[in-house]
T-cell receptor, first 116, second 114 residues
Framework: AQKVTQAQTEISVVEKEDVTLDCVYETRDTTYYLFWYKQPPSGELVFLIRRNSFDEQNEISGRYSWNFQKSTSSFNFTITASQVVDSAVYFCALSQGANTGNQFYFGTGTSLTVIP | NAGVTQTPKFQVLKTGQSMTLQCAQDMNHEYMSWYRQDPGMGLRLIHYSVGAGITDQGEVPNGYNVSRSTTEDFPLRLLSAAPSQTSVYFC?????????????FGNGTRLTVT
């Protein structure tokens, strides 16, 4: 069975602090895809990154970085020097990459508040 | 490029009423889906479609119907609204039917059933 766990329900940090959002996944598939989405207070869901199971390279995009470790089934997201605009709910998701009828499995989200 | 368009943005229904949430995408995506978002439960898949004429159930399909007559449109019908269907609904589409591409989401519909 596929499952995504985001154990941190809510996190508060002071502006300019670094923060890491944890994502742990479960799957028996050898081919799968991991995603992060951001949901700001305005409510829309914004795609941030996709990673496939064969690519364990970490990725950095500006203040955002992602650490994918198959050994611990984790795909953690770090925001460096957080800003108030980073306040949002962040969702991690897993896709099986099945031949048909794919389903994305979402974690329950981590609500990040950046305090000015 | 409009992406995924959902209407309406807000809706209030009385128990037992029916309605259709509209979803349209202009990206020629084969995969479309409907999710509901409830506090503490993340996003749960209601129904999905991998192409025109093909639909299937997701995790929480009861009380909802869908159809896919065209590639662009994927409406979600509530047959007889219940308070348990109070939620925020998101339509999403993807280039890939195999889950290899990210989902593109509409802006959501906030539904309240009284």
């Amino acid at each position: 069975a596929q499952k995504v766990t985001q154990a941190q329900t809510e996190i508060s940090v002071v502006e300019k602090e670094d923060v890491t959002l944890d994502c742990v996944y479960e799957t028996r598939d050898t081919t799968y895809y991991l995603f992060w989405y951001k949901q700001p207070p305005s409510g829309e869901l914004v795609f941030l990154i996709r990673r496939n199971s064969f690519d364990e390279q970490n990725e950095i995009s500006g203040r955002y970085s992602w650490n994918f470790q198959k050994s611990t089934s984790s795909f953690n997201f770090t925001i460096t020097a957080s800003q108030v605009v980073d306040s949002a709910v962040y969702f991690c998701a897993l896709s099986q990459g099945a031949n048909t009828g794919n389903q994305f499995y979402f974690g329950t989200g981590t609500s990040l508040t950046v305090i000015p | 490029n409009a992406g995924v368009t959902q209407t309406p943005k807000f809706q209030v229904l009385k128990t037992g009423q029916s309605m259709t949430l509209q979803c349209a995408q202009d990206m020629n995506h084969e995969y479309m889906s409907w999710y509901r978002q409830d506090p503490g439960m993340g996003l749960r898949l209601i129904h999905y479609s991998v192409g025109a004429g093909i639909t299937d159930q997701g995790e929480v399909p009861n009380g909802y119907n869908v159809s896919r007559s065209t590639t662009e449109d994927f409406p979600l019908r509530l047959l007889s609204a219940a308070p348990s269907q109070t939620s925020v609904y998101f339509c999403a589409s993807s280039y890939s039917i195999r889950g290899t591409s990210p989902l593109h989401f509409g802006n959501g519909t906030r539904l309240t059933v009284t």
